[in-house]
């Protein structure tokens, strides 16, 4: 039942005039105080007794009917039984949406565990349980960072940005190597994902196993290839004629074939040894100078304008042959790909907060499908023109690994036709 009107004017004017009949009674034989108590009293015992009523009808465990009562009270009895149905019915609905996704999550290949607004674990499937060593009596309820005491997990769970996933040795199996998402949902609940990568680890590790031991393998015959084209270019002239231009190829690729197993040793060397243990402090003034200066020399017959703008004040600390590679990588690049006569700055700044380090150019520019792949190994956006040049597909893949390494960004803003910036941002510094 709803109530269509307002009935509480009516039912306070019927006791008013209750009250007044009383008080007209008594006052009739001198007694019309106690006339009021008795009618005030009568309501007040109704009253009580309605919510009595109440009170003993909402504290029965069962949805059952409202018991009958007159007037308003009945009213309010339906009212509420009306609101009780319709939470139980979007109870029943959201208890039904809410298994469907457990057994949903339950289904999935990867671990999954939910956790509630307070952080504690409310339900996970069998992957989770093997992979983190969970068990359903003894853990529900509990923290997630009570139960995984690995620091890096800790820390990465407790701060506010998951954007990125962490990966960590399982606590039940140190060989397990797993990747761990947090999903941030709702109010303050949270969906924690855990895959097995161990298998892909030890893929990608054979991968990086396999190029840097060809590379090893690689560098003693093509020093020796090398010598001995170089020999005979140097004695080309005493070679019949025919002989003179295939030795000059043979001697071009093979210091191309040797350029390209050093940087991949290179690559190597920065995806396996720590970096931090030789960190120092560069004075990037004069370090920028020298970059300028040999710039200019490899720059030659192309006679580019090379610009420096260099903040003096602003110091950094890093590695000082991996930030070498890195910044004479990017002139490089800019060089080469930049026609006769054009204009290169090299700037060393303070952006945002960041130290910046960044090279621009007015040269070929690069198209925006390319720009998202540039620090893949060998890729080109122009195969023909980077092997003219000298490039061997490694210099920005090079880069990108000594800047994780120095916790820092590429950026890379181009226009085709109109030239491109390269962007070094350090943060943390």
């Known amino acids: 039942m709803i109530i269509d009107k307002n009935p509480w004017p009516f039912l306070i004017l019927k006791h008013l005039i209750y009250l007044a009949v009383a008080v007209g009674i008594g006052a009739f034989f001198g007694l019309e105080q106690l006339a009021a108590i008795i009618v005030l009293s009568i309501i007040l015992i109704i009253l009580f007794s309605r919510m009595y009523i109440l009170d003993r009808w909402l504290r029965t465990s069962r949805m059952t009917s409202p018991p009958e009562a007159p007037g308003i009270w009945g009213d309010i009895l339906d009212q509420i039984h009306n609101l009780r149905q319709r939470d139980k019915k979007r109870a029943h609905n959201l208890s039904r949406i809410v298994k469907r996704f457990e057994s949903s999550a339950l289904a999935l290949p990867d671990g999954v565990v939910g956790i509630d607004a307070e952080g504690e674990m409310e339900w996970w499937n069998e992957t989770a349980a093997l992979l983190l060593g969970l068990k359903r009596k003894q853990d529900k309820g509990q923290r997630i960072d009570n139960l995984i005491r690995n620091p890096e997990f800790v820390q990465f769970y407790r701060q506010t940005n998951h954007e990125k996933p962490i990966h ?143 903040d003096a004040e602003l110091h950094f600390k890093g590695n000082l042959h991996e930030i070498t590679s890195c910044f004479t990588n990017l002139v490089s690049n800019a060089i080469r790909h930049t026609p006769k006569n054009g204009k290169i700055i090299i700037r060393w700044y303070k952006k945002e907060g960041d130290k910046c380090f960044e090279v621009q150019d007015n040269g070929f520019g690069i198209a925006p499908e390319h720009i998202p792949r540039l620090t893949e190994r060998f890729y080109r956006v122009d195969a023909g023109r980077s092997r003219d040049t000298g490039g061997t597909g490694l210099g920005l893949s090079i880069v990108k690994r000594i800047l994780i390494r120095h916790n820092a960004t590429l950026e890379i803003e181009s226009i085709e036709g109109a030239g491109s910036t390269f962007r070094c941002r350090f943060k943390n510094q």
């Not at 019949?240 to 290179?266: F, H």
């Open 168 to 310: 960590i040795p399982s606590p039940v199996n140190n060989e397990i190597i797993m990747e761990i998402r947090v999903v941030d949902y709702g109010l303050k609940e949270q969906i924690i994902i855990v895959r097995d990568i161990s298998d892909a680890i030890r893929t990608q590790q054979m991968r990086k196993d396999f190029v840097a031991n060809v590379s090893h393998e690689l560098r003693t015959p093509l020093t020796v290839l090398n010598g001995t084209t170089e020999l005979l270019y140097d004695s080309a002239h005493a070679l019949p004629e025919q002989m003179g231009k295939p030795i000059e190829l043979m001697n071009q690729q093979t210091k191309r074939m040797t350029s390209i197993v050093n940087d991949l040793l290179t690559l190597s060397r920065l995806e396996t040894e720590s970096s931090e243990a030789h960190f120092e402090d560069i004075k990037m003034k004069g370090f920028i100078e020298t970059l300028q200066k040999e710039a200019k020399a490899l720059s030659g017959d192309s006679k580019h304008e090379i610009i420096c703008e260099i």
